[in-house]
Every structure is written in structure tokens, then in C-alpha cells.
């Protein structure tokens, strides 16, 4: 019998092979190599990279305030497919339903859900201090048409939402990434259109804004270049299921105080035809 006495030096089940720099590196390479696969292999779209990044504490208050309702009105991006029963229960009622997808703090989520109290809103973001403060100022402010999902837009759109089921997407000022080499870590990608207007309902509309010139212009040609989706010449005055006008957001602002011209986009998932053929 071996007694491990504590004397007795032990021996290490270290790889010796590990203080060879070249051997790490072939390691590192390897690894590097296979994430890259496995991205490529099983993601059609990007990936979020500001969401470990971007850390922030709330405050006691708003903490008490997460404990409290977040079990109720929140959801952890998950694998768990919700049906459209499900979401209607969520809100306890049936209702034009609309996503607003990287809603950072949520100011002008909050008002245009007070200003559309038949609206049914489902606010997603990854930043929890963002998420926190909307929160905060839903159940403050007593907005009873919010409720929240927290974590990758791709994720929840992909798992959780219902196909063909959402009136409308928001997507205000997203991160515009502007070095070319971070291009692909936008979330507006040919991807990603395909997969907003899955989650459209015929006739559901995507209300996109931003300040980016270059980011615009990508935007444009890929939503325009997406099959599924119609751009509406009328733009904010096309007929939509909820209001095209909105607050100045928080990140609009930056935008306008350094200049930038607003760029607006308007696409709708084509209205589904009636039985004499004619779109409705
Ligand atoms: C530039 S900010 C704009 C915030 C807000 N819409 C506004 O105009 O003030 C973009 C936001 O999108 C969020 N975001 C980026 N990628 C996301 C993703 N894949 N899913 C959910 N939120 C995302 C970020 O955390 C950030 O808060």
C-alpha cells in the first residue's frame, strides 16, 4: 500500500512537454483552429462579443428590484422554444407584439411603451446594468406592457421565439463595429435579416436606425439584398402594426451632438396573400 505522506514530495501529473514554447504554441494553434471550425461550422451568425466584455455593477436598490421581479418579468437567453401561448401568457394577454432588440438603457423603450399601451414589448439586451435600469423604471413607473429577455439576440431569436410570430422588430443605433476587421461581430448581417424575418409575421415590419454612415450603407444593401424582406419606399410613413416614430434615443444623441446624420430603414416580411390571391 502507497501512504501519501505529506513529507514525500508528489509527483506532478504536468504534460513535461509544457515548458516548450514551441509545443504551447502548437497547442494555442490547434485550439485556435478548432474554434474556428466549430464557429464556422455551427453558427450562421455573429456572435456577441461586447456581452463579456462589457461589465457593470447596479445598485443594492436596483439589485432588490432584479431579486424581486426579474423571475417574473425576465428571461435568460436559453434553448427553451417558447410558443406564442406561452408569451401571451407572459404579458396575461394577447397582443400585437413587437421586439426591440440592444435597447442599452431603455429610455426611449420606456416611452414608446407607455406611449403604446396596446403594444406588447419584449426588450432585449445583454448589458445587465441596461436591462436593471429599464427594469427599475418599468415597475417604478408601473409599464406593465415590458418584459425582458437577457442575452444574445441570435440566441433568442434562433431558440426561444416563435417562427412567424412577432408584428415588428426594433433595432435602434446597434454597434457599428467600424474597423473592418470587426465587421463580422455586427449584428445586422445577411445571417441575421434572414433570421428577423423568420421570426416576422407576414406583414411584420423592421424599424432600423443608425448614426454610422458606412454601417448604414451595409445595412441598406443587406436587408435590400434579403429575399424575404421588401424595403417600404414610404419609409416611417409606411402602415405598420406599431408606431415607426420614436424618441431620441440615448445613443442617438452621442450621434447628433458629433454631427451624424440618422439614417432610418424600413422592411416588412411580405403581407401573406388572402385565398383570391391578393396580399392583405
Ligand atoms: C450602441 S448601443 C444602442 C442602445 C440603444 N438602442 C440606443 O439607441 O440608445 C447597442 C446595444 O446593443 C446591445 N447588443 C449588441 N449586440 C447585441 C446582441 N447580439 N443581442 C442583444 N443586444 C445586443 C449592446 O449591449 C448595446 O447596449
Redesign the pocket.
Known amino acids: 500500500m502507497v501512504v501519501n505522506d505529506s513529507q514525500t514530495p508528489r509527483t506532478s501529473s504536468r504534460n513535461p512537454r509544457w515548458d516548450d514554447p514551441a509545443y504551447r504554441a502548437q497547442l494555442a494553434a490547434e485550439k485556435r483552429a478548432q474554434n474556428k471550425k466549430r464557429n464556422e461550422s455551427s453558427r450562421l451568425y455573429p456572435r456577441?462579443t461586447?456581452f463579456r466584455a462589457?461589465h457593470g455593477a447596479i445598485s443594492d436598490a436596483k439589485q432588490r428590484i432584479w431579486n424581486e421581479y426579474w423571475p417574473q418579468l425576465g428571461k435568460n437567453a436559453s434553448d427553451t422554444e417558447l410558443t406564442p401561448a406561452d408569451i401571451h401568457d407572459w404579458f396575461g394577454r394577447e397582443a400585437t407584439t413587437v421586439l426591440e432588440?440592444?435597447?442599452?438603457?431603455g429610455t426611449?423603450t420606456s416611452e414608446m411603451a407607455q406611449a403604446e399601451p396596446h403594444i406588447n414589448v419584449l426588450a432585449?439586451?445583454?448589458?445587465k446594468p441596461?436591462i436593471a435600469q429599464l427594469l427599475a423604471r418599468a415597475v417604478r413607473e408601473d409599464i406593465p406592457n415590458i418584459r425582458f429577455f437577457r442575452?444574445?439576440?441570435?440566441d433568442v431569436m434562433e431558440s426561444m421565439l416563435p417562427a412567424a410570430f412577432l408584428d415588428g422588430v426594433r433595432i435602434?443605433?446597434?454597434?457599428p463595429w467600424p474597423k473592418a476587421r470587426h465587421h463580422k461581430r455586427r449584428?445586422l448581417q445577411p445571417g441575421t435579416f434572414e433570421l428577423i424575418s423568420s421570426v416576422l409575421k407576414p406583414g411584420g415590419i423592421l424599424h432600423v436606425a443608425t448614426d454610422h454612415a458606412d454601417y448604414a450603407e451595409f445595412i441598406e444593401e443587406t436587408g435590400d439584398a434579403c429575399d424575404v424582406l421588401i424595403r417600404r419606399p414610404e419609409g416611417l410613413d409606411t402602415p405598420a402594426p406599431m408606431s415607426l416614430q420614436r424618441p431620441t434615443?440615448?445613443?442617438?444623441n452621442k450621434g447628433l451632438r458629433a454631427g451624424h446624420v440618422i439614417h432610418e430603414f424600413v422592411w416588412q416580411r411580405p403581407p401573406a396573400p388572402d385565398s383570391n390571391g391578393i396580399e392583405s
Open positions: 456577441v461586447a462589457r432588440i440592444g435597447f442599452g438603457t426611449s432585449l439586451e445583454v448589458y441596461g442575452g444574445d439576440a441570435v435602434f443605433f446597434p454597434d449584428l434615443t440615448k445613443f442617438e
